[in-house]
């Protein structure tokens, strides 16, 4: 096994990085979900909260992932909002309502039990 380093400068959209983007295409195959996609196109199926985006779906993550069938995926790209202050950003700037429940914790965990599902 052969391990490199590659410095990249970040980014707030972490797929958008070099050396991950690259990472992600050389092992990309199957059917692949990103349920935070923004402007992304590694996914063959991807959702974006904001419709200025140009993805499959505009949908909230948890019910994007709730509507995938049962094992009928190989990889997930799962890069969320960083803290509650980037959700509260996001969904404000869409004129959606912010909610105790996806601010938490929990909202993070029942998404990962939808990913392990599917």
Same mark, same amino acid.
């Given at each position: 096994?052969? %391990? ?40 063959? %199926? ?9 993805? !499959? ?44 429940? !996806? ?11 939808? %990913?392990?599902? %599917?």
């Amino acid at each position: 096994m052969e %391990i490199n380093r590659v410095w990249s400068m970040p980014n707030s959209n972490t797929f958008s990085i070099k050396a991950i983007g690259d990472l992600i295409n050389k092992y990309k195959s199957g059917v692949i979900i990103d349920p935070f996609a923004n402007s992304n196109k590694f996914a063959t %199926i991807t959702n974006d909260l904001d419709p200025q985006y140009d993805t !499959t779906y505009n949908m909230d993550a948890l019910d994007f992932l709730k509507m995938l069938d049962t094992e009928s995926v190989d990889t997930v790209l799962w890069d969320p909002p960083f803290s509650p202050r980037q959700i509260k950003e996001c969904y404000e700037k869409l004129g959606k309502s912010v909610n105790w429940e !996806t601010t938490q914790a929990s909202y993070w965990s029942k998404q990962k039990e939808e %990913i392990s599902r %599917i």
